[in-house]
C-alpha cells in the first residue's frame, strides 16, 4: 500500500488502538476524544473522561502519548482533559454498546432510570448487589429469574 494516509489518520488509527484498561473498549468507542490538533510536530489532544476519578483515564492518557509519540512526525503530545461537558452514555458509539454487551456486561440505556436488563435471559426482575463492582466503574446486580450475576458498566452520576 503506498502511504497516502496522512499523519492525521495515523493519529485516528493509533487513537483507535487505545484501549481502556477495564473495558473491552478503546477510547474511540467510549467517544472521549474531542478534538485533535497539530502544529508540526506537536499533537494536542483534548478528552472527556468518563469519570474523573476513574483510575483508568491515566493509564489511557500515558497509552495514548506512547502510540502517537511513536508516530514518524510526532515529536511532542499533549493530552488535555476537558471537564467542560460531562462524559454521558450518548457518547458511546453503536460498536462500543455492541461490545460491551457481547462482552455479558449489561449497558445502561441512553435514559437514566430504567431496570436493568439482564444480558443472559433478557428478564428484568434484577436487583442491585453491589454498588461497587470489582472497578469503580462497573456495579454488580443479581439476576432474580437466571440467578446470575451481572456487571453492569456504571454511567457518570447525571
Ligand atoms: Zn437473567
Not at 100 to 111: A, C, D, F, I, Y
Request: aromatic share 6%; glycine share 6%.
Amino acid at each position: 500500500m503506498p502511504t497516502t494516509r496522512t499523519l492525521e489518520d495515523q493519529i485516528w488509527e493509533a487513537l483507535a488502538t487505545v484501549k481502556d484498561p477495564e473495558l473491552p473498549l478503546t477510547v474511540m468507542d467510549l467517544g472521549l476524544i474531542d478534538e485533535v490538533q497539530m502544529t508540526g510536530g506537536r499533537v494536542h489532544v483534548r478528552m472527556t473522561p468518563t469519570y474523573s476519578a476513574c483510575p483508568a483515564i491515566d493509564v489511557m492518557r500515558q497509552d495514548i502519548r506512547t502510540k502517537l509519540l511513536n508516530l514518524p512526525g510526532v515529536e511532542e503530545v499533549q493530552v488535555e482533559l476537558s471537564f467542560a461537558e460531562p462524559w454521558t452514555m450518548a457518547r458511546m458509539t453503536e460498536r462500543g454498546r455492541t461490545r460491551l454487551l457481547e462482552h455479558g456486561l449489561s449497558v445502561p440505556s441512553r435514559r437514566s432510570a430504567e431496570p436493568v436488563t439482564c444480558p443472559f435471559c433478557g428478564s428484568t426482575n434484577t436487583a442491585l448487589e453491589n454498588p461497587f463492582g470489582p472497578t469503580l466503574c462497573r456495579a454488580i446486580y443479581y439476576c432474580r429469574d437466571c440467578r446470575n450475576p451481572i456487571e453492569r458498566f456504571k454511567p457518570p452520576p447525571e
